[in-house]
């Protein structure tokens, strides 16, 4: 399995760990790779300016630390991400959900989430965490 992770996944996994299930850990534990698109930094952000998250001493420097301290394997926003996104189908029009489910589809990921609504639609490959 190739995981991509959620954002919520890459914030659980960083900053509460306890809140991911033993068998997600397991299996991001056993991954040769971990992929993390754009999109999760750019919607981390977003939640760290909105005080959803905290992330000191300040989200760029918190968020460039952690991207060289971890051996994440990025996954490109390309124009076929960009073109897959507007075919996928999912309940809500979230870009960023769109944007992960169409990555994960056009690397042949498996995405990580808790997000009952992308588990429900099926639109890729999933661990439900």
Request: charged share 20%; net charge negative; glycine share 4%.
């Amino acid at each position: 399995m190739k995981p991509l992770l959620d954002t919520h996944i890459f914030l659980w996994g960083l900053l509460e760990p306890a809140r991911l299930r033993s068998e997600v850990v397991a299996a991001l534990e056993a991954a040769v790779e971990v992929w993390l698109s754009p999109i999760t930094v750019w919607e981390s952000l977003l939640l760290a300016e909105r005080g959803r998250v905290v992330l000191e001493p300040d989200v760029p420097t918190w968020m460039r630390k952690v991207l060289r301290a971890t051996a994440f394997r990025e996954a490109p926003l390309t124009h076929e991400v960009a073109i897959a996104g507007r075919g996928v189908d999912l309940p809500h029009q979230d870009p960023a959900d769109r944007f992960l489910v169409a990555t994960a589809l056009t690397y042949g990921l498996t995405l990580v989430t808790a997000d009952t609504r992308i588990v429900a639609a099926r639109a890729c490959d999933l661990l439900p965490a």
